[in-house]
């Protein structure tokens, strides 16, 4: 069994999607499923279940992606070492979040094992909020950046998850809300949020904001997102309120403003995201450290489909 083989069938069962398989491993849907075939029949059983609407894995395939994973990330990690090593990583790595709780909690011990392994290689770290932070990442104004998943943009690479939290929302100091101490999807409705329609991904800006309420009431989104001193200025002045995660609390603070833990949506994650076009030897290596480092393993997608 070979290498590309392995990384086919590693990709698909985190995808659990052909089509976005085939997206990351630049294949056709056609090249996926003929080599998934051909590792059940090597391996003697299913590896996949497949239906109308969804793909998931046997428990013969979940045995092998446990078995595999591990091995495989440790060859791809001695290979970029060694180009690493043969190459050299000098210049500067430019790393943006979208806010610092997107870095989550390991993101300064992160740059730090990075830049002591590459003393030759400055990192610059910056905050781009939504609107900017993609369009400066296709531009090769930025080389990585933390982003809110979930995303599928063919052009990108989603790479090691940072963070999975808790959501939360910000909302003025004395509100009612921060009075009963929680919130939840359908109190939404009775406010505004923030409108960041075509700054980020739609599949993104959906578990941001969902547009609407568990019972169908719509959530009215208002002013353009912009930096977070910005958000918390503006929901101090009682304009909108904030969905975000617990976190944020560790990073801003505002006199006029609570954070309370905000119910009926999942944990939000966010991750490294970079241009597959410019995946650097500096970029792989940061990415390694974040992957050994985080200590977190994406949940999405949830679901998927068949080829």
């Not at 392995?6 to 990709?11: N, Q, S, V």
């Not at 290979?79 to 997107?102: K, M």
């Not at 690479?157 to 004395?174: F, S």
Request: glycine share 8%.
């Amino acid at each position: 069994m070979g290498l590309r083989e392995i990384e086919i069938f590693l990709t698909l069962a985190e995808e659990l999607h052909f089509g976005r398989a085939a997206e990351r491993m630049y294949l056709s849907q056609s090249r996926v499923s003929q080599t998934i075939r051909a590792m059940e029949t090597r391996v003697g059983g299913r590896l996949f279940e497949r239906t109308s609407r969804s793909v998931r894995l046997t428990p013969l395939g979940e045995r092998l992606r446990d078995g595999l994973r591990p091995g495989f990330e440790q060859i791809h990690l001695a290979l970029a070492e060694a180009r690493e090593i043969a190459s050299g990583i000098t210049g500067v790595l430019r790393v943006s979040l979208l806010n610092f709780a997107a870095g989550g909690p390991a993101f300064s011990e992160i740059v730090r094992a990075f830049t002591t392994a590459h003393p030759g290689c400055e990192v610059d770290v910056y905050e781009a909020f939504p609107g900017e932070a993609l369009g400066r990442l296709r531009r090769a104004e930025l080389d990585v950046v933390a982003h809110w998943l979930p995303m599928r943009q063919p052009d990108l690479v989603v790479g090691p998850v940072l963070i999975r939290d808790e959501r939360a929302l910000v909302v003025p100091k004395g509100h009612p809300l921060a009075e009963r101490g929680h919130a939840t999807v359908e109190d939404l409705a009775d406010h505004h949020v923030i409108d960041a329609e075509g700054m980020v991904p739609a599949e993104t800006l959906e578990a941001l904001y969902p547009p609407s309420t568990p019972t169908g009431r719509r959530i009215v989104r208002r002013y353009r997102e912009g930096r977070m001193i910005e958000m918390l200025s503006l929901v101090a002045r009682g304009e909108i309120v904030h969905p975000t995660v617990v976190s944020l609390a560790d990073y801003y603070a505002h006199p006029g403003v609570s954070v309370i833990p905000l119910r009926g949506l999942p944990p939000l994650e966010s991750a490294l995201v970079w241009a597959a076009e410019r995946e650097t030897a500096a970029v792989r290596a940061f990415a390694a450290f974040a992957r050994r480092l985080s200590g977190v393993s994406s949940a999405w997608p949830a679901t998927g489909s068949p080829s």
